[in-house]
């Protein structure tokens, strides 16, 4: 069906055209009469064209005109009959998923439910019951087909009108169905005129409708979309390297064009906006509004709007409460526990802010992945008393778990809405700060959600908290918000959103041919060939096409200017232009206007443009005083080589990264239980003559005590990751050979005997004091002392020269203390083995002396190594001492790779800006 076939159809209907462009629809309705569009978007837009132009009247007030979706004037229709005549009751969109999932699980197979998603297998009954009736598709045609999967739909739709007739519900289908009976019996009548908007195609029971409507005596109005013969004489195409590269194209378009002078309305169309919407957004905040990222400025105005709102899940006060409510139910991931407790939309925020900063810092630093809300709020280290008490958070939290223990595992929804209410109240949410637009509308949208919620009691029964919280969550996810706000001249839209808008300047992303036209996705539920034959969405690739190619047609020629672009990859994917714009030309990027201005294009009164400020590179702390607590033993010494800011920053401001727990045992605490077992076994052993004349069985069952010890230990520490017992059974097993291997390794040395560290022994070493701890101390019989560092990771000798040695710890050691030589102990599965230096005094397999290791010229004996890792090790701490802060990372991509304080140097801003000073 091409535009003109559309047309003809039509105007074939009941009803005239009034309009054939969306501006002057304001026009008609100021002759009265209800607009009825095919989706709340196109609704949306006609209200904003309608303000414009009351605004550009110069009007203060006016009437709010009568513009709804034709869903909501069935829903309005049935409660306007419903006060003349016994109806049923019309179920909600929630009301109708929660019933088709009622009917899915429990016509289920037990074991199946795993093998299907009920939520998405009930969207798609849903919409095949509401295809089959909205295009008249006879019964005969599902029954016969013999389609297993058609079969369980008939069965499931059956179930569904029985339970329908059963407690008097009908849903918006069928309601639709009877309003059109009422009309043709005179039952119902309506007044006036009605305009229906944008409808380029109307199903059976919409054409059943305008009859009835005009059999009823209203006066019936079209409005159709501009059919145009050709396209936009300067429409183009262009290819981009990616996604991101084609918003940031056409936010720097958009950019330019504003700077000229252009008005607009400027369109961005995504047709995969809701997938693309969080990308879109924040390119166009760093193009557009770059102000936003300045510390202490509020949200501005911004010159562009978009089509597709945030999901309630997504706004921030609404996913915080509802992690909170979650937290109540099992065991979690500690990130959900830091939200709440750096959300600014509990009790107390503010006042407690770094008190609970400390808190997440400590309960991220007990090292389990996933912990219950008991845990945490009993645990003696996470919520310590402030001096004016304990946290009013934590009271809040406790009364939940007290709360929950007093309740049944099964309840109703309304039970489980005033308790979820309670819960909240209890936490303070949604916190003391006033909220902002969005929020407030949020909030408010997220109250009436819960009404909903408890709705839903009549069709699901009593519940579970986890299901209660499940349903609640996804109805937040179902539940768009979109805020009400002021024309703007960008407007970034998805396809169906363009319908009727005339624009300045258009600018449609993302047009590959693996997306445009979309991929046709029949309905599961129904035979294929009636969804081909009838032209049901999705329904073959024959009427995708069709409606793509009619969609590209009617946008080329909506705007004067035309920028079409696709992307040239998606990942490792190579991408092509869509077959639909081909024909049209090909320009690049250096003929179309691109804005460098990084201003912000709204300047608040209070705010400074980046020309207005001078850059302060300030590389140089205060040095370090007399009595300033340093923290940080040897580790200072390895930070100042990585890079003196992070030495700097973790030293003396107590800069900490937080800890991300892993599930299982790690890496960490994998070395700390050799560490423990050996320095076990040795406490006991003494020297190499003991562990060459143990029997082998005792010597395993020593080395199964310290096993043991070490295990009980870290358990204690991580009692949830160890509380399975095969995970011990195989850390033991696997601790147990790996320490034996090393033992085995020790026997083969020359004799030693194994001196026991002091507890702690603190050295000076130019203005700073060294802590020294080292692993182990032995005395060969040559009389000579080796340091030695267990090492369970992979290493290499020559991180300990250079004038920014890697892992200066031995050295530091060895020049503080008594030691004639230092070595790596490899204690690895797949290497057991010494690695080092010594003096050249006695043998020890894998120690070397001095010539055998290359070392620069002037190096060449134990004393002059001695004096070079002195002098080196004294200049970095003087270099810490004095107050050096430059951010001068070692190795740029191993040394940033490895650190958490990127938020607080800001290295990659700072390269951003080195970088623009280049160009």
């Known amino acids: 069906m091409t535009d003109a076939e559309a047309g003809n159809f039509i105007q074939s209907l009941p009803g005239q055209v009034v309009a054939s462009s969306l501006y002057e629809i304001p026009d008609v309705l100021d002759h009265g009469g209800t607009v009825l569009t095919v989706d709340r978007q196109s609704a949306r837009n006609l209200q904003l064209t309608y303000d414009a132009r009351a605004l550009a009247d110069g009007l203060r007030c006016w009437e709010t005109p009568d513009i709804l979706p034709l869903s909501a004037w069935v829903e ?312 004016d008490g304990v946290s009013r958070l934590q009271i809040g939290l406790v009364q939940i778990i007290e709360s929950l223990s007093r309740l049944p595992t099964r309840r109703t929804l309304v039970d489980w809405v005033g308790t979820f209410a309670d819960w909240l109240a209890n936490l303070g949410w949604p916190g003391e700060r006033a909220p902002d637009n969005e929020e407030y509308l949020a909030i408010t949208a997220f109250y009436e959600l819960l009404a909903e919620l408890a709705d839903l009691d009549a069709v699901l029964g009593r519940q579970s908290l986890s299901d209660a919280l499940s349903r609640l969550w996804a109805m937040a996810a179902m539940r768009v918000l979109q805020p009400k706000s002021n024309p703007t001249p960008i407007r970034i839209l998805a396809m169906s959103d363009t319908v009727g808008i005339r624009f300045s300047h258009l600018w449609i992303t993302s047009l590959h041919a693996e997306s445009w036209p979309p991929a046709s996705h029949p309905n599961p539920f129904l035979p294929l060939s009636p969804q081909e034959r009838a032209g049901m969405p999705h329904g073959g690739p024959d009427m995708e096409y069709f409606r793509a190619w009619r969609t590209t047609h009617r946008i080329l020629a909506s705007a004067g200017e035309v920028i079409v672009s696709y992307p040239r990859t998606d990942g490792d994917l190579v991408r092509y232009p869509s077959p639909l714009i081909t024909t049209l030309p090909e320009t690049d990027l250096s003929r179309i206007p691109q804005s460098r201005s990084p201003d912000a294009i709204r300047q608040s009164p209070d705010c400074t443009t980046p020309r207005d400020k001078e850059r302060l590179w300030d590389e140089k702390g205060p040095a370090v005083g007399k009595d300033e607590p340093i923290t940080g033993r040897s580790r200072i010494w390895k930070d100042q080589v990585a890079c003196p800011f992070r030495a700097f920053a973790t030293h003396r401001l107590g800069a900490v990264g937080l800890e991300n727990p892993a599930i299982g045992i790690d890496y960490a605490m994998r070395g700390i239980m050799v560490h423990r077992a050996l320095e076990s076994i040795w406490g006991k052993l003494r020297d190499s003559g003991q562990l060459a004349s143990m029997p082998d069985i005792l010597l395993r069952a020593k080395v199964a005590d310290a096993v043991g010890e070490a295990i009980e230990e870290a358990a204690r520490r991580r009692p949830r990751t160890f509380r399975g017992k095969r995970l011990r059974k195989l850390e033991e097993n696997r601790l147990e050979t790996l320490i034996m291997a090393w033992l085995a390794r020790e026997k083969e040395r020359s004799p030693f005997i194994v001196v026991a560290p002091e507890q702690r022994q603190t050295v000076p070493f130019g203005a700073l004091s060294v802590v020294i701890r080292p692993d182990r101390i032995d005395r060969t019989r040559e009389g000579q002392y080796l340091l030695l560092d267990y090492k369970t990771t992979d290493i290499d000798t020559n991180s300990w020269f250079g004038e920014r040695p890697d892992d200066p710890q031995l050295p530091l050691y060895a020049i503080t203390g008594k030691s004639d030589g230092i070595a790596f102990a490899f204690v690895r599965r797949d290497k057991i083995e010494l690695a080092g230096i010594r003096a050249p005094i006695g043998t020890t397999r894998g120690i070397e002396t001095i010539g055998k290791i290359k070392l620069p010229k002037d190096i060449r004996d134990w004393n002059t190594l001695y004096g070079e890792w002195r002098r080196i090790l004294l200049s970095l701490a003087q270099s810490f001492t004095r107050g050096d802060a430059r951010v001068d990372p070692k190795s740029p991509d191993q040394t940033c790779r490895n650190c958490d304080l990127h938020s607080l140097c800001r290295i990659h801003e700072r390269e951003t800006l080195v970088g623009k000073s280049e160009v």
Not at 269 to 293: G, Y
């Open 76 to 387: 309005r229709s049935w409660r306007e009959y419903a006060t003349r005549t016994a109806l049923p009751v019309l179920l909600s969109t929630f009301r109708e998923q929660a019933l088709w999932e009622r009917i899915i699980r429990k016509r289920m197979a037990p074991g199946q439910q795993e093998l299907l998603q009920v939520a998405q297998a009930a969207r798609d009954a849903r919409a095949a019951w509401e295809w089959l009736k909205g295009w008249r598709v006879p019964d005969r045609k599902i029954s016969d087909n013999g389609n297993s999967e058609i079969e369980i739909f008939s069965d499931w739709a059956r179930t569904f009108s029985r339970l329908c007739r059963t407690y008097d519900w009908i849903d918006s289908t069928s309601a639709l169905d009877v309003l059109i009976e009422a009309v043709r019996a005179r039952k119902f009548r309506f007044q006036g005129r009605m305009i229906f908007m944008g409808f380029e195609e109307f199903i059976p029971q919409q054409q059943e409708l305008l009859r009835a409507l005009a059999d009823g005596g209203m006066e019936i109005c079209h409005w159709l979309p501009v059919s145009s013969t050709s396209r936009s004489p300067t429409a183009a195409r262009i290819s981009l390297p990616d996604e991101e590269k084609e918003l940031e194209s056409a936010a720097r378009w958009t950019r330019a064009l504003l700077e000229s002078g252009v008005r607009g309305p400027i369109g961005i169309v995504i047709p995969e906006l809701p997938r693309l919407r969080r990308v879109a957004l924040r390119v166009f905040d760093e193009i557009l509004c770059p102000e936003i990222k300045q510390p202490g400025t509020t949200t501005p105005e911004r010159p562009f709007q978009c089509s597709s709102g945030p999901t309630l899940a997504e706004i921030a006060p609404i996913r915080d409460a509802m992690f909170a409510l979650t937290l109540a139910n099992g065991d979690h991931p500690v990130a959900s526990f830091s939200r709440l407790l750096l959300s600014p939309y509990f009790v107390a925020a503010e006042a407690e802010f770094v008190t609970r900063a400390e808190i997440d810092v400590r309960l991220r630093a007990i090292g389990e992945p996933r912990l219950t809300l008991s845990m945490v709020c009993r645990h003696p280290k996470v919520f310590p008393t402030t001096p």
